[in-house]
């Protein structure tokens, strides 16, 4: 029986470079890609991390097709993000707190219910 890593990817590089770090050094897991809207940031991360910069959250899941993501973003955007990725297969991981409202916070726990 061969072992499969688990694709993550990150996106958000503030605190999200810890997290690109640590995945990138967790066995039996691949840092699939990372994605922030600053550019510079993207690919110094990646740089680090030996792996894609990406700047659009879709185009690294249409290349990448993580097995799961990580969510860093601030958090007013932690629904479009979590919920972007649920609809395209992936586990989610969202950093605290899981939503900017308690109406966010549903619609998230409604995508994954549904998926």
């Given amino acids: 029986m061969s072992k499969r890593e ?3 990817a990150v996106v958000g ?8 770090r640590v995945l990138g050094e967790l ?5 699939a890609g990372v994605c922030d809207a600053d550019p510079a940031r ?3 991360v990646a740089a680090a991390r030996a792996t894609r910069p990406y700047t ?3 185009t690294l899941l249409q290349h990448e097709k993580p097995d799961a993501i990580v969510v860093a973003v601030p ?3 932690h629904e479009t993000v979590a919920v972007q990725s649920i609809e395209a297969g ?3 991981l969202v950093e605290k707190p899981l939503a900017a409202s308690l109406a966010e916070g549903r619609r998230l726990a409604e995508a994954l219910a549904e998926r």
């Fill in 6 to 8: 688990t694709a993550v």
């Fill in 13 to 20: 590089l503030g605190f999200g470079a810890n997290h690109a």
């Fill in 27 to 31: 066995p039996g897991v691949r840092l």
């Fill in 42 to 44: 993207a690919e110094a």
């Fill in 56 to 58: 659009d959250l879709a």
């Fill in 75 to 77: 958090a007013r955007l």
């Fill in 90 to 92: 992936c586990a989610v």
